[in-house]
T-cell receptor
């Protein structure tokens, strides 16, 4: 595998379910990100991790819970979601955060539908 | 926070035509990237270009950081160029995240 991978690619879940999205980067990067892309809206940052430490939480509801066990893996745990949480969830990675020179590379996304 | 505006919002071209997409941003930036989002949602990196000019095949980009804009040129467009083109910036002051514009939706017909 190369680049940034995400699983699953598609997910349908009920409002009472608990599920997790997985992201893995094979680029040797130290920073990982979760973004949300809703219909008709620009991509929005959710979380940033640098060296497995969360450095930014962009006012995301607590029903979204990120986890970064190491610099190559990032999870997004989902519970008690609402239909308006249906969106494309994109993971990205970069060499580091801030200060310039940090090109971000994106995974293919998980398309989530909440019924 | 920093604002990113892209124009035009929609663009329809015949195959073989040239086009220019514009990205204006409201503050100084560390990072500027252009992406192409394919129909399956994948964001494909086109250019990392906080300043200057770069070319890659039929695509080229120019960022004039002092005037806070960037241009993406597509020459001899092909149907496979269709999709949404995003400009995204990382502000000098804000640190970590890319702030995306709303995108330009390009449709190229044969």
């Amino acid at each position: 595998e190369t680049g940034v991978t995400q699983t699953p690619r598609h997910l349908v879940m009920g409002m009472t379910n608990k599920k997790s999205l997985k992201c893995e980067q094979h680029l040797g990067h130290n920073a990982m990100y979760w973004y949300k892309q809703s219909a008709k809206k620009p991509l929005e940052l959710m979380f940033v991790y640098s060296l497995e430490e969360r450095v930014e939480n962009n006012s995301v509801p607590s029903r979204f819970s990120p986890e970064c066990p190491n610099s190559s893996h990032l999870f997004l745990h989902l519970h008690t979601l609402q239909p308006e949480d249906s969106a494309l969830y994109l993971c990205a990675s970069s060499h580091s955060t801030g200060g310039g020179g940090n090109e971000q590379f994106f995974g293919p996304g998980t398309r989530l539908t909440v019924l | 926070g920093i604002q990113v505006e892209q124009s035009p919002p929609d663009l329809i071209l015949q195959e073989g035509a040239n086009s220019t997409l514009r990205c204006n941003f409201s503050d100084s930036v560390n990072n500027l990237q252009w992406f192409h989002q394919n129909p399956w949602g994948q964001l494909i990196n086109l250019f990392y270009i906080p300043s200057g000019t770069k070319q890659n095949g039929r695509l080229s980009a120019t960022t004039v950081a002092t005037e806070r804009y960037s241009l993406l040129y597509i020459s001899s467009s092909q149907t496979t160029d269709s999709g949404v083109y995003f400009c995204a910036v990382e502000a000098n002051q804000a640190g970590t995240a890319l702030i995306f514009g709303k995108g330009t939706t390009l449709s190229v017909s044969s």
